[in-house]
């Protein structure tokens, strides 16, 4: 494999086995293939980065795989090393957020009554399949109702609830979740492993915490630290940090300590001294709701501490319980709802930091 791919292309899964945290589909889709019970129309749905366009390949390749075992392609024989390859012509692949009309509907149908040129399944994998226009996917609609035997549908979606529900109920459903942070520090520290790249375990959790659950994105803020780090022997979280522009937690916690005391002028005060130092007001905004967030959540319940605080330090995470404790409730959802409309408004402030300046008067001045 080029060695020059980006990460999350050169280690895509290759097979079930290799997909990270979606056990309950690769299960399912595994004896499918195993027992021949395969459908005729899957519907992929769930966070972006979670895994759907990767399965619906590796169940291409395993449907037309010579030699499966288990459920699972071999990755050795003709087919899967086609479609492995990037050159298969019974692999269909289109992007609805592009050829989202009629006439590539059209085309797709007619497409469909032609047997495959080599495989056992012409396998159509539709992406972001809730962008098709309502002509589109009517005229899918009629394909998935009366497929012909060779022809294998999987329908992958990030906004299931914009799909008709006509298409929905003809589609095998599976929805796949977003990956937790253990899960995805394992994923990276397999990768970096097999970079010879040493990072420290919790400079792992800030890249696995700062994606969102999603593994393609952890998987590029890799790539781009392996990218800047090249040669270093050793990258821990402070580097991670300040390459990715990621807010340290001392500042939100302080932060929030000056909120929660109502101290108007010294929020906005020590808000602009840290801007001044070269932090980014749009990163601070993101992660000061996560932070938020964070302290909503143990407000409700304590006993989650661990879990939502993954690559918080001892003392972090005990100043998190604290705050969550002792800060009034109202007051704390009043204050996210303050920053997150401040998060929306500094897409076109002229003045970057203002909405968050009004955020910390809303959330401190008014009664």
Do not use: W
């Amino acid at each position: 494999m080029a060695t020059n791919l980006v990460l999350y292309r050169k280690y895509r899964p290759q097979s079930f086995r290799e997909v990270v945290g979606q056990d309950h589909v690769v299960q399912t889709l595994k004896n499918a293939v195993r027992g021949n019970l395969i459908s005729h129309a899957y519907l992929f749905s769930g966070p972006r980065g979670s895994g759907k366009t990767s399965m619906a390949r590796i169940l291409a390749k395993a449907v037309n795989c010579k030699n499966p075992k288990e459920g699972e392609p071999d990755n050795t024989c003709d087919s899967c090393k086609e479609i492995q390859e990037g050159r298969a012509l019974d692999l269909i692949e289109i992007d609805a957020a592009s050829n989202r009309g009629i006439d590539e509907i059209r085309d797709l149908k007619e497409g469909i009554r032609f047997a495959p040129t080599k495989f056992k399944y012409k396998v159509f994998v539709v992406d972001e399949a809730h962008q098709l226009t309502k002509e589109a996917a009517n005229a899918l609609l009629k394909t998935l109702e009366e497929p012909p035997s060779h022809a294998i549908f999987v329908l992958a979606t990030t906004e299931v609830h914009r799909m008709i529900p006509t298409i929905i109920s003809r589609c095998q459903r599976f929805d796949f979740r977003k990956l937790q942070v253990p899960e995805i520090v394992a994923r990276l520290e397999n990768i970096a492993a097999k970079e010879k790249a040493t990072i420290e375990k919790s400079a792992l959790q800030v890249l696995a915490g700062h994606s969102g659950g999603s593994l393609r994105d952890a998987e590029s803020l890799l790539d781009r630290v392996l990218t800047f780090h090249q040669g270093t022997k050793n990258i821990d979280a402070k580097a991670i940090q300040e390459l990715l522009g990621i807010v340290e937690v001392h500042i939100l916690s302080e932060f929030v300590d000056l909120l929660s005391a109502k101290k108007t002028s010294q929020t906005v005060q020590f808000l602009n001294q840290n801007l001044e130092k070269g932090m980014d007001p749009q990163e601070f905004a993101k992660n000061l709701v996560e932070y938020l967030r964070r302290v909503l959540i143990l407000k409700l319940n304590a006993e989650l501490l661990e879990s939502i605080s993954p690559g918080f330090t001892k003392e972090q995470q005990e100043k998190l319980a604290e705050q969550a404790k002792n800060m009034e409730g109202k007051f704390l959802t009043e204050a996210l709802k303050h920053f997150m409309q401040a998060e929306k408004d500094m897409r076109y402030a002229d003045i970057i930091q203002l909405p968050l300046e009004l955020a910390i008067v809303d959330s401190t001045m008014k009664e």
